[in-house]
């Protein structure tokens, strides 16, 4: 197949990212995006969209709202350019945690994202380790969710050979520490268990453990610092357990307010992380910090949807 019969667009949220995914399809990303004088967005496309696949590349990370606005404006333009299909790349899908009514008189904000989307022009979506699942469910149109397991496991498995354990930082990561347990052929499993306060926001506390860890070497995982709250307290917690040291990979590096000053302070002796976030200068500089890119992953993502393999077989590990 041509590489005419689709086209890589990027918004401004992490056009490093959409490079790195074109030089591996051996393909020119174009980004679309300018602003007006008065702040709003400005999209033009020049390339001939007709009945071409169009991949519009875009996490929606901060400053989320101008972000999804970005990719809302891309796919209107391709869908009246007679595009023949407009898939959104969101590897980081912002609002993803507000997914269930956690009080009265709250919004579904990341069901109402998903809609927004939809009703755009996009047809379908390829997030990675979106916090649940059952996301998919909130729109007709497929979903695709890729692990960045995927990225992560080459440089793990390097760093840690043997004799360690996962552990999960609260109980909606045990799913994931469980995976990464067994792909890793972890020595053993724990859980941290926390308490957040819904009403201050990101305030969390680590209340206690399920699992060994005295005398380990522990690998915490999770899918996103954002405050570096709920990982600090769990990793805090494991080594007062007795844990010889801490670890953590991580999907998604937010690293919101004093997020790394946290981690600086903290028991964590390095992070392993992803770049489906654009890292700043100060995570690219921080000595406890790693990045792995995604651009891999999802570069063969695209491949296989335009081809119509199968993604699961060879992505989903
Ligand atoms: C929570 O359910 C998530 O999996 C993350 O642990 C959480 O969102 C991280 O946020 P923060 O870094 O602000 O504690």
Not at 85 to 97: H, S
Not at 101 to 122: C, F, H, Q, T, Y
């Amino acid at each position: 197949m041509a590489n005419e019969d689709f086209i890589l667009l990027t918004g401004r949220s992490n056009p490093e990212l959409a490079e790195s995914i074109g030089k591996i399809l051996k393909t020119e990303v174009t980004c679309p995006i300018s602003s007006f004088s008065d702040g709003e967005i400005r999209v033009r496309i020049k390339p001939n969209l007709r009945r071409r696949i169009v991949f519009l590349i875009q996490p929606t990370s901060y400053p989320v709202n101008d972000h999804i606005m970005e990719l809302v404006l891309m796919a209107d333009a391709a869908k009246r350019a007679s595009a023949a299909e407009i898939i959104a790349v969101i590897p980081y899908f912002g609002y993803q945690r507000q997914d269930r009514k956690e009080m009265s008189r709250v919004p579904i904000s990341a069901s109402a994202v998903s809609s927004l989307l939809i009703n755009s022009g996009i047809d379908r979506i390829l997030t990675i380790d979106i916090h649940s699942e059952q996301m998919e469910g909130s729109i007709k149109q497929p979903w695709d969710n890729l692990y960045a397991s995927y990225s992560l496991l080459p440089i793990l498995k390097k760093r840690y050979p043997k004799n360690f354990i996962v552990a999960a930082p609260d109980k909606g990561g045990v799913l994931q520490a469980v995976g990464y347990a067994k792909l890793l052929e972890a020595e053993g499993i724990a859980f941290a268990y926390k308490m957040r306060e819904i009403s201050l926001n990101d305030v969390s506390s680590t209340l206690g453990m399920i699992g060994e860890v005295k005398g380990k070497d522990v690998l915490l995982v999770d899918d996103i610092i954002d405050t570096a709250g709920t990982i600090v307290h769990a990793a805090n917690f494991i080594k007062e357990k007795g844990a010889r040291s801490v670890r953590v990979a991580a999907t998604h590096g937010v690293f919101a307010g004093d997020a790394l000053k946290k981690i600086e302070d903290s028991a964590i002796e390095e992070m392993v992380i992803t770049d489906t976030i654009k890292p700043r200068d100060e995570v690219l500089n921080n000595k406890k910090i790693s990045i792995v890119t995604v651009a891999p992953l999802l570069a063969e993502a695209i491949r296989r949807i335009r081809t119509g393999e199968s993604i699961s077989k060879a992505l989903i590990l």
